[in-house]
């Protein structure tokens, strides 16, 4: 299984950024899939999940401003950021939720500031 992560970069705060995260699995439209970040000195959380139906979950951090959707056609999640602010500053990776020895994927790095 390969997750890449993309579309990460320097954004100003109150900007919007589109992650996509691309997986090889033929299996992905039955995963369920999440999107985590890891700010500089502090733990990996799980900020947005979906479902294989496509029912979504997010961390309180990022709720009303985050969204997350995806693509089976296309094998892949997105992560639509909107009204970033500075301490949306991380790495952020994809992950198959609930699949015993799932990689994290390459994660791509989001700056926010001025």
């Known amino acids: 299984v390969q997750l890449q992560a993309s579309g990460g970069g320097l954004v100003q705060p109150g900007g919007s950024l589109r992650l996509s995260c691309a997986s090889s699995r033929s299996a992905f439209s039955r995963d369920y899939m999440g999107w985590y970040r890891q700010a500089p000195g502090k733990q990996r959380e799980l900020i947005a999940d979906?479902?294989?139906?496509?029912?979504?979950d997010y961390a309180d951090s990022v709720k009303g401003r985050f969204t997350i959707s995806r693509d089976n056609a296309k094998k892949t999640v997105y992560l639509r950021m909107n009204s970033l602010k500075p301490e949306d500053t991380a790495v952020y990776y994809c992950k198959i939720i609930g699949l015993l020895g799932a990689p994290w994927g390459q994660g791509t790095l989001v700056t926010v500031s001025s």
């Open positions: 979906i479902t294989s139906g496509g029912a979504t």
